[in-house]
């Protein structure tokens, strides 16, 4: 349907620990996968992004993965920090709409 | 980010009161949206455009009207607030289309009594 299912809702890791977020998808007219941080207070921001075409893109300490048989993509975040803690929201996007996935609240613990 | 702006940022309304949230642009992107945010719900689409004088409804375009005379600005109204529509307002614009990133306004925070 029109829904992103986001998961975890919530997710706590050790500062220098890894963290994955993964969101599934059913329309396989969705080309556009952009993640947004968003923290306390503030609006959300754009962070990394992939298309339909690419399986893979990195970017520093982030990198967002696509499965597009499993209709999956996931977001990774290496060696957090405590400023990593905020709500993270996936989003898909088919040309014409735009729908966002719940958000996941990371909180990184120093 | 300060070209896209929002007021109010805070509001406080009554029940069946118009009121409208304006949005405005300077980087003359042709599409902008309306979102709602809510615990539990994410962002939520109330209303998108894709240029001056053409508007779509979204996920929850019920109670709300928009427009959009110019590519710069694009209000929102709630032409008889409920409760019901208490809400964090986020407007966003993208230059390339719909997907494309977007960029967000810092939001307007409404509270209906």
């Known amino acids: 349907g029109e829904n992103v299912e986001q998961h975890p809702s919530t997710l706590s890791v050790q500062e220098g620990d890894s963290a994955v977020i993964k969101c599934t998808y059913s329309?396989?007219?969705?080309?556009?996968f952009p993640w947004y941080k968003q923290e306390l207070g503030k609006r959300p921001q754009l962070i990394i992004d992939?298309?339909?075409?690419?399986g893979e893109k990195k970017d520093q300490r982030i990198a967002v993965t696509l499965n597009k048989t499993a209709k999956h993509f996931s977001l990774h975040i290496t060696e957090t920090q405590p400023e990593d803690s905020a709500v993270y929201f996936c989003g898909r996007d088919t040309g014409n709409q735009f729908y966002f996935g719940t958000g996941t609240s990371l909180t990184v613990i120093p | 980010d300060a070209g896209i702006t929002q007021s109010p940022r805070y509001k406080i309304t009554e029940t069946g009161r118009q009121v409208t949230l304006m949005c405005h642009q300077t980087?003359?992107?042709?599409?902008m949206f309306w979102y709602r945010q809510d615990l539990g719900h994410g962002l939520r689409l109330i209303y998108y455009s894709a240029a001056a004088d053409i508007t779509d409804k979204g996920e929850v375009p019920d109670g709300y009207v928009v427009s959009r005379s110019k590519t710069e600005n694009f209000p929102l109204t709630l032409e008889s607030a409920t409760r019901s529509q208490t809400s964090v307002y986020f407007c966003a614009s993208s230059g390339a289309g719909a997907n494309y990133g977007y960029t967000f306004g810092s939001g307007t925070r409404l509270t209906v009594v």
């Open positions: 992939i298309r339909s075409n690419v």
């Open positions: 980087w003359s992107h042709s599409y």
């Open positions: 329309d396989s007219a969705s080309n556009y």
